[in-house]
């Protein structure tokens, strides 16, 4: 992977991918962070999802040999790889496992998307939110302690709703004893209690045949991309 990768630096505000361009390459953050979304016409993101270092953007537009679904803003100051496609392809035809990498990181999109929209149709606000901080928690390494490095705005996009939304769910979770805020510092008093709101609430039945038909290529197959 190194030696077709071209590493690029760049700082906050920096468009990486922009929207309906042609997908002609695939790209890895390797330092900092980037947000994904649609840009607005008054330059604001609507933010859908955070890329974290070791986490790549749209790979599957590339393999399909389309234009970017999405908009890719640096949030952090870092460094991302930028792998050329046809590149890619060309090592491919020699070592097939790296095809397969590739196809492998686009189904585990894929499947986080399906989980995403299944989120936001079978979640509360409360539920949402209460995942989100111990996705967050587990990211950090289970600590029981986190730092919001985003806006709450943006956190309010990626959950569905709005910041004063998000913060008023905050307050509540705070009066239920769950969670401690602190400035942009939340402390994690009862993780049980956490999950017991996160777990989904049953709005439609139908859902559940629907996520249990989901392709079986779409499971991860322990494939591991390293750069």
């Given at each position: 992977?190194?030696?077709?990768?071209?590493?690029?630096?760049?700082?906050?505000?920096?468009?990486?991918?922009?929207?309906?361009?042609?997908?002609?390459?695939?790209?890895l953050v390797a330092h900092g962070r980037v947000a994904l979304g649609m840009l607005g016409e008054d330059g604001q993101l609507q933010h859908r999802r955070t890329v974290e270092a070791g986490e790549w953007l749209d790979v599957s537009s590339a393999l399909l040999g389309g234009a970017y679904l999405e908009d890719a803003v640096v949030e952090q100051d870092g460094e991302v790889w930028q792998f050329s496609w046809d590149e890619v392809q060309r090592v491919g035809q020699a070592h097939p496992s790296v095809l397969l990498?590739?196809?492998?990181?686009?189904?585990?999109?894929?499947?986080?998307?399906?989980?995403?929209?299944?989120?936001?149709v079978m979640k509360d606000v409360q539920a949402r939110c209460a995942s989100f901080l111990l996705e967050q928690d587990e990211h950090d390494g289970g600590l029981g302690s986190l730092r919001l490095t985003q806006r709450k705005r943006a956190i309010a996009q990626q959950l569905g709703t709005t910041a004063e939304t998000f913060s008023r769910t905050l307050r509540q979770l705070t009066r239920r004893?769950?969670?401690?805020?602190?400035?942009y510092t939340i402390l994690l008093?009862?993780?049980?209690?956490l999950r017991a709101v996160a777990e989904p609430v049953r709005r439609a039945e139908g859902l559940d045949s629907l996520a249990a038909a989901a392709p079986a290529a779409l499971e991860p197959s322990g494939i591991a991309i390293e750069a």
């Open positions: 992977w190194a030696a077709v990768a071209q590493p690029l630096e760049v700082s906050v505000g920096a468009h990486v991918v922009t929207r309906e361009a042609q997908a002609s390459a695939v790209w990498a590739v196809a492998t990181v686009a189904a585990n999109q894929v499947q986080g998307l399906i989980e995403g929209t299944r989120s936001l004893g769950l969670i401690e805020v602190r400035g008093l009862d993780r049980e209690g």
